[in-house]
């Protein structure tokens, strides 16, 4: 079992910068694939970010590519996802997920095997 707390979120202006992290519980994190998914009322889950197990593979959604850069510390047991040139349609409650093959970079929700309990993000015009 892994249990995953986000933190990070807030409001920011258009233009700003936000950095989420997500920390998971379990000795083992380090084996697990991760990635970061946004959701809006109305909208179903979206995802945004995967890395793989080691950080050494990145996946991003066309939407935050160039501005979103996930990475992970697995001695800290944490992915981050750095937020940069935000937008009025950046605003969501992030969530982060965990995938047990490892090396998945799964863009589908139903991949994932855990989450955490999502952390707003509003992003101003």
């Keep these: 079992q892994v249990q995953l707390v986000e933190s990070g979120g807030g409001l920011v202006q258009t233009g700003g910068?936000?950095?989420?992290?997500?920390?998971a519980s379990g000795r083992t994190f380090s084996s697990y694939a991760m990635g970061?998914?946004?959701?809006?009322?109305?909208?179903?889950r979206e995802f945004v970010a995967a890395i793989n197990w080691s950080g050494g593979?990145?996946?991003y959604a066309?939407?935050?590519k160039g501005r979103f850069t996930i990475s992970r510390d697995n001695a800290k047991n944490t992915?981050?996802?750095?937020?940069?040139?935000?937008k009025p349609e950046d605003t969501a409650v992030y969530y982060c997920a965990a995938e047990r093959s490892g090396n998945k970079l799964a863009t589908n929700r139903r991949s994932y095997d855990y989450w955490g309990q999502g952390?707003?993000?509003t992003v101003s015009s």
């Design 36 to 44: 970061w998914f946004r959701h809006t009322p109305g909208k179903e």
């Design 57 to 59: 593979s990145t996946y």
């Design 17 to 23: 910068s936000l950095r989420l992290s997500c920390v």
């Design 62 to 64: 066309d939407s935050v």
């Design 119 to 121: 952390t707003q993000v």
């Design 79 to 86: 992915v981050y996802l750095q937020m940069n040139s935000l």
